[in-house]
């Protein structure tokens, strides 16, 4: 069946770096994907977004890319900090609806 | 109070028991819903309610049953559970029409024992 996965379960980088996110996803109709983050003993908060018709989004110290040809999906902080640590989450739908989970990655920000 | 707000943060019951996970949400929303989140897996879609109206029941046991008296408040009635029940349940809510972005409670922390 169609799914929402991520390459990666656990991501380690030291505080200053760049971290990249990955998300695979296979159902090619879907028209919207989100990026959350989890924090210990928190629900998931919103963190990006982006529509199919685009192919980059950029917030502040993130970005999202969005390649359809090979349906991937990436989440790029920048000067990552210790406060982002947590579990990254994408999560696809399609007209607005059905939203979907990938398991999610744990970022370690390294002092 | 803002977003979305579910109590109680954590349960620990029998499983005799009864007991009820409840979520209000301060957002204006027209869609609720409640996920499981277990550990190493994706999150998982309980129910959605839209306009006070069940939409979804992605084949839940009947010991969990949902209330959404209306739209700002959610219910999840608990009876007779199994200890592979326990995990962190979701309370989430949208706008139906909208962008689709999901807002979450910080969840209820559910053990069975």
């Known amino acids: 069946g169609e799914s929402v996965g991520l390459h990666l379960p656990t991501l380690s980088v030291q505080e200053g770096d760049n971290s990249i996110i990955n998300c695979a996803y296979s159902?090619?109709?879907?028209?919207?994907f989100i990026w959350y983050k989890q924090e210990s003993g928190k629900g998931p908060q919103f963190i990006i977004d982006i529509r199919s018709n685009m192919d980059k989004r950029q917030g502040q110290r993130v970005t999202v890319l969005l390649n359809k040809t090979v349906k991937h999906l990436s989440l790029q902080i920048a000067a990552t900090q210790p406060g982002d640590s947590a579990v990254y989450f994408c999560?696809?739908?399609?007209?607005?609806?059905?939203?979907?989970f990938g398991a999610g990655t744990r970022l370690t920000v390294k002092p | 109070e803002t977003g979305v707000t579910q109590t109680p943060r954590h349960l620990v019951m029998g499983m005799t028991n009864k007991k009820s996970l409840k979520c209000e949400q301060h957002?204006?929303?027209?869609?609720m819903y409640w996920y499981k989140q277990s550990a190493k897996k994706p999150l998982e879609l309980m129910f959605v309610?839209?306009?006070?109206?069940?939409?979804e029941n992605n084949s839940v046991p009947s010991r969990f049953s949902p209330e959404c008296p209306n739209s700002s408040h959610l219910f999840l009635h608990l009876h007779t559970l199994q200890p592979e029940d326990s995990a962190l349940y979701l309370c989430?809510?949208?706008?139906?029409?909208?962008?689709?972005?999901?807002?979450f409670g910080e969840g209820s922390r559910l053990t069975v024992l």
């Open positions: 999560a696809e739908s399609r007209n607005n609806n059905d939203m979907r």
């Open positions: 159902n090619s109709a879907s028209d919207y």
């Open positions: 309610y839209s306009l006070e109206e069940r939409v």
């Open positions: 989430a809510s949208s706008q139906m029409g909208g962008t689709g972005e999901l807002f």
């Open positions: 957002l204006g929303h027209n869609a």
